[in-house]
């Protein structure tokens, strides 16, 4: 897909922004400028991971979902809950009392995001055996670190998993089941995910992977959360619905939840955007060929640290730690054991389009013209002071540099250049009245 026309979720509020340099010094990919006092965010390198919504003080960057009058766009709504969504809530001691609040809240039906995982965790799992796939093979759950691939490590694309996302599967099992058990038409029936971040929902209008999503929607788990805590508080007295996903499946909403669903020892667990980066620059120059596997999560502490959720994340890892392990006591199954062999072929659970790599680091799409305009990024670059100061509205003076070639900014704009070009003009000035006569 064309990256200019594709789809964000994370948006800029002009009238919130203080054109402040705290978003510009945070991104991962360098997709936030700052010109005339107000923060521009470069569509081609965004990968809606969200860290300029954590780090802006002033909420200045949103992340566009749908809201619950979603609901009456569709004859019937099946939610599907992803595993982080429980960790919102403290001191529940069964996954079924949130599932069943969701059916009070208007949903005609539920299904877990987790049960999806099981199948993923399977899938992946056969999907290792193969010798011939490149090591580490790395996950393709969380789309703000598969665009981050795309952007900045494109060498790394064969070695992304092509199995779908979780939410994905879950998506297709919940429609099928759901037509067969009520004798509806599949377009009759939105299917709406409980998101933790904004990439999920740009991977839902932009799928990674995919022609098209299985998914319809997604609701924020921030706004769900305002209207589940009221219901929840009511439950107690109620039986909850049962889950039908293991507590492997649950655990995904954590990092290394994915690990330890597939029982990979020979695996890396990564969290942080910024993590991640330093991570792929190592397998990217060879020195982690030794790995099986790499799994890395955008958001401190995995999904349940995603800039759209309303717990503590910390406080909700330790609330999914235990649901998992009341989980294993009552359910001990593991993936493989309570994913049918059948469920591999009855579903479409591998992409069925490449990930392309993102052009949006390319300063020319002529490679004669790109060599040029390096070599003259490199001049600028050497000339500059290096304080990576982002005074001149650019993160780096890399970057601005590279601006500087590609016309988005002048040499001028750094404050340092400015500083030494003024003091010049006047020792000039001073060295020309002293010998004015």
Not at 6 to 23: A, F, W
Not at 275 to 284: A, T
Request: with cysteine.
């Amino acid at each position: 897909m064309d990256t200019k026309t594709r789809y964000h979720s994370v948006r800029l509020d002009k009238e919130l922004c203080k054109g402040c340099t705290n978003c510009l010094m945070h991104c991962p990919t360098e997709a936030i400028r700052v010109r005339k006092g107000r923060a521009h965010i470069l569509d081609e390198r965004c990968i809606d991971c969200g860290e300029c919504i954590r780090i802006c003080n002033y909420h200045a960057k949103i992340a566009a979902t749908d809201s619950l009058d979603i609901l009456h766009q569709f004859r019937y709504c099946v939610a599907l809950p992803a595993p982080s969504l429980y960790g919102q809530f403290r001191n529940i001691s069964d996954v079924g009392y949130v599932l069943a609040a969701l059916r009070k809240l208007g949903f005609d039906d539920v299904f877990e995001v987790a049960r999806g995982a099981d199948v993923v965790s399977r899938a992946i799992a056969e999907k290792l055996k193969d010798p011939s796939l490149p090591r580490p093979l790395i996950s393709s759950a969380c789309p703000a670190v598969v665009r981050l691939i795309q952007v900045s490590f494109p060498d790394l694309l064969p070695n992304v998993v092509d199995i779908r996302q979780p939410m994905e599967v879950a998506a297709e099992i919940a429609r099928s089941e759901f037509c067969r058990a009520r004798g509806c038409a599949p377009e009759d029936v939105g299917i709406l995910f409980i998101t933790p971040c904004p990439a999920k929902m740009t991977a839902i209008r932009s799928p990674l992977g995919q022609k098209r999503s299985a998914v319809d929607g997604a609701i924020s788990m921030m706004e769900i959360y305002s209207h589940l805590r009221p219901i929840l508080s009511h439950l107690d007295r109620e039986e909850p619905l049962p889950s039908t996903s293991t507590g492997y499946g649950i655990g995904w909403a954590t990092s290394s939840g994915e690990t330890k669903s597939i029982f990979q020892e020979n695996a890396l667990c990564v969290d942080g955007i910024q993590n991640c980066f330093r991570v792929l620059e190592e397998i990217e120059n060879n020195k982690l060929s030794d790995l099986t596997f790499f799994e890395g999560n955008a958001c401190i502490g995995g999904c349940v640290g995603g800039p759209l959720t309303f717990e503590n994340n910390y406080v909700a890892k330790n609330t999914i730690r235990k649901l998992v392990s009341n989980t294993l006591k009552k359910h001990p199954d593991t993936p493989r054991e309570s994913v049918p062999a059948s469920m591999m072929n009855k579903y479409h659970l591998r992409m069925d389009t490449p990930i392309d790599a993102n052009s949006a680091m390319k300063l020319d799409d002529d490679i004669t013209v790109a060599m040029q305009k390096l070599r003259r990024v490199n001049e600028i670059t050497a000339e500059l002071p290096g304080y990576d100061c982002g005074s001149c509205g650019s993160p780096t003076c890399r970057a601005f540099a590279e601006d500087i070639v590609l016309g988005y900014a002048n040499e001028m704009e750094c404050i340092h250049r400015l500083k030494d070009k003024l003091q010049t003009m006047a020792e000039q000035m001073v060295e020309l009245a002293q010998t004015k006569r």
